[in-house]
Nanobody
Framework: VQLQASGGGLVQAGGFLRLSCVASGSISSIDVMAWYRQSAGKQRELVATITRGGGYHVEDSVKDRFTISRDNVENTVYLGMNSLKPADTAVYYC?????????WGRGTLVTVSS
């Protein structure tokens, strides 16, 4: 399974970005897809998850501003991020766990300026 994340960039505080992650390869084994983020000097943290059936979870710290969605036809998961804050600055990673592996994309950098 390969995961290609995109959509990061530089945005002002209060702005909006939508990240995309396209999955390819042996994706039939993938049910849950997730977004994580890692800020400088901090551990990688979960942001949101979504199942193939559309069940989702968004971490409390961002649930009033971030949304996760999925297009199973395009094998793509999205992370919509509203009202961005400088504290949201991080590398955002796409993740897809399977029964025998834990796949990661390369990450896409989001920088929020104040």
């Amino acid at each position: 399974v390969q995961l290609q994340a995109s959509g990061g960039g530089l945005v002002q505080a209060g702005g909006f970005l939508r990240l995309s992650c396209v999955a390819s390869g042996s994706i039939s084994s993938i049910d849950v897809m997730a977004w994580y983020r890692q800020s400088a000097g901090k551990q990688r943290e979960l942001v949101a998850t979504i199942t193939r059936g559309g069940g989702y979870h968004v971490e409390d710290s961002v649930k009033d501003r971030f949304t996760i969605s999925r297009d199973n036809v395009e094998n793509t998961v999205y992370l919509g991020m509203n009202s961005l804050k400088p504290a949201d600055t991080a590398v955002y990673y796409c993740n897809a766990p399977s029964w025998n592996n834990n796949y990661w994309g390369r990450g896409t950098l989001v920088t929020v300026s104040s």
